[in-house]
């Protein structure tokens, strides 16, 4: 069974901080992977998002994230954070053959003006 | 979210009713995804639809849970005897021909 882990459960960043968030999955094979963002009072919005190809793939907003298969991890990345990026951010995982995301738990990130 | 609408937004029920929760994507999508999404937690799988078949319902928590989509586009999650633990969001989701989920904005379930 594949799942997901995010360890930073809340961020707390000032504006122009740059922004690194975790995600380390568990699965042997071969996977697409996702970060998916909700902003406050929105729904869950796809922030980017890997197949196959360049592991360094990039978003909208300025948001990029790092597949770096022989750690399973898929961090997300963002040079300069700004207040409106203040959300919730989900890293998410499907297989082949296993149409479902599984979804991490989230990481709550807080942008100081 | 890219085209999926769903209602009620909020329903507020009590223990033991039975509650239907509708997701209404726009047409032509063929794979229909339903998640719930407890209070600080990620979204967790429930079930699948590909047209009108349900493909995969191992998500759903126990046979109070039902999910029908019987002509392959609107959707009702039907949860029967509510319990105060079935207080969450239900988010609809649909898949696009470049397989990426697009999540409607959710019904908040509160069992009192």
């Known amino acids: 069974a594949q799942s997901v882990s995010q360890h930073n459960h809340h961020v707390i960043l000032s504006e122009a901080a740059s922004l690194e968030l975790g995600c380390n999955y568990s699965?042997?094979?071969?996977?697409?992977l996702f970060w998916y963002v909700q902003y406050p009072g929105q729904h869950l919005q796809l922030l980017l998002k890997y197949f196959s190809g360049d592991p360094l793939v990039k978003g909208i907003k300025g948001f990029e994230a790092e597949f770096i298969k022989s750690k399973f991890s898929f961090n997300l990345r963002k040079p300069s954070v700004q207040w409106s990026d203040t959300a919730e951010y989900f890293c998410?995982?499907?297989?082949?053959?296993?149409?479902?995301?599984?979804f991490g738990t989230g990481t709550r990130l807080t942008i100081i003006p | 979210g890219a085209g999926v609408s769903q209602s009620p937004r909020y329903k507020v029920a009590k223990r033991g009713q039975d509650v239907a929760l509708r997701c209404d994507p726009i047409s032509g999508h063929v794979s229909l995804f339903w998640y719930q999404q407890a209070l600080g937690q990620g979204p967790e799988f429930l079930t699948y639809f590909q047209n009108e078949a349900q493909l995969d319902k191992s998500g759903l928590p126990s046979d109070r849970f039902f999910a029908e989509r019987p002509e392959g586009s609107v959707s009702t999650l039907k949860i029967q005897r509510t319990q105060q633990e079935d207080s969450a969001v239900y988010l609809c989701a649909i898949r696009t021909e470049g397989n990426e989920q697009f999540f409607g904005p959710g019904t908040r379930l509160t069992v009192l």
């Open positions: 998410a995982v499907t297989s082949f053959g296993n149409e479902k995301l599984t």
């Open positions: 699965y042997g094979g071969t996977v697409n």
